[in-house]
């Protein structure tokens, strides 16, 4: 039987499966470049209902963690996360927690069996309210794990539709974009890139999700 170490590795393999480990290259080098000099939080979000950007967010995590960076994945898709899943965790206390009552967010935070690389859950359902999206409280729970990492990952519903994503993104420095290969239509993923740019936002590229 494996263990469960094994388990979340085959995971998180870099296979071509869902994306390619070229375009996880390319996405690398560009975000070691914006983050040489400070730490940097980015938002994953998806075009469309088509894809699985906490997999491929994962993915780009482990590989910037690799490198040596100190990364924290952070699970902001509130109404269905992920991420506690993928990494073979509860989904306790976290994201949501943190922002809601200011709790020591460094308390919230785990480790997992990749090495440099931390998981921050999406955190209790009771947590979930409208109050947590207000941008100072969002603002102080990035800067406070920005003392702690290099690079900030965050994962979040789809952008067009969602106004927990364009309110984050306030709060990042960058947008990485998730597609699917033959069913994210050009027309959503140009409006999306409008959007985003229109919030003032970078887009450093499009994930193509193939599987």
């Not at 991420?83 to 994201?95: A, D, E, I």
């Not at 200011?102 to 979930?128: M, Q, Y």
């Amino acid at each position: 039987m494996r263990s469960v170490s094994e388990k979340v590795k085959q995971k998180l393999l870099l296979n071509e499966q869902y994306v390619s480990t070229q375009q996880i290259r390319m996405i690398q080098i560009r975000v070691n470049r914006f983050i040489r000099h400070k730490p940097s939080a980015l938002m994953l979000t998806s075009v469309d209902d088509h894809t699985e950007t906490s997999l491929v967010a994962a993915k780009l995590a482990q590989a910037m963690a690799h490198q040596g960076k100190r990364v924290l994945l952070v699970d902001a898709q509130l109404s269905s996360p992920t991420l506690h899943n993928l990494f073979q965790n509860k989904n306790g206390l976290g994201w949501a927690d943190a922002v809601l009552e200011r709790r020591g967010v460094e308390n919230l935070i785990r480790k997992t069996l990749v090495p440099n690389l931390s998981l921050l859950t999406s955190g209790s359902p009771k947590s979930f309210s409208h109050e947590m999206w207000m941008p100072e409280k969002i603002q102080g729970v990035v800067d406070e794990c920005k003392k702690a990492f290099d690079l900030i990952l965050f994962t979040a519903p789809m952008f067009m539709s969602s106004a927990h994503a364009q309110l984050l993104v306030e709060c990042c420095e960058g947008v990485l974009l998730v597609a699917r290969t033959k069913k994210s239509k050009k027309e959503t993923l140009i409006s999306t890139i409008d959007a985003v740019e229109r919030s003032g936002k970078e887009v450093f590229g499009t994930i193509l999700q193939t599987g």
